[in-house]
């Protein structure tokens, strides 16, 4: 099972609600990547990556511990609006990726969803 994370926004290591969730306690290791896509601000109120774009989009890696990982992904299913059996209604889908070596996972937001009339961040940081 993958353990890994591509954060890009709230849930980075700096953001507020990484501490609030007392999330380095399931961390083993966070280090910066970056992919390619498109980064939206989605209402003032949170990011939202397209994969499709050719933009360098900065985030981290999160490594979390196996023994929490099934926990991890229902917390940030839950955060991100993500429902597997209903991908439609999902405001981000969990995607599997691979950057460098690294196979993870990372949500990218739902247009169909969300609407489209967002504004692109162009430097790719939240």
């Given at each position: ?101 690294y196979r993870v ?9 969300l609407g489209q ?10």
């Amino acid at each position: 099972m993958i353990n890994k994370f591509f954060v890009y926004g709230l849930l980075k290591k700096d953001e507020p609600i990484f501490k609030t969730l007392q999330l380095e306690k399931a961390i083993s290791n966070i280090q910066e990547a970056e992919v390619k896509g498109k980064l939206y601000n989605i209402a003032n109120m949170c990011p939202g990556l397209k994969l499709d774009g050719n933009n360098i989009i900065k985030g981290e890696i999160q490594t979390y511990k196996r023994r929490y990982i099934k926990n991890i992904i229902r917390l940030f299913d839950n955060i991100e609006k993500y429902y597997p059996k209903e991908e439609d209604k999902s405001m981000y889908i969990r995607k599997k990726i691979k950057i460098g070596k690294y196979r993870v996972w990372v949500y990218e937001c739902n247009l169909k969803t969300l609407g489209q009339n967002f504004e692109e961040i162009k430097e790719g940081v939240w």
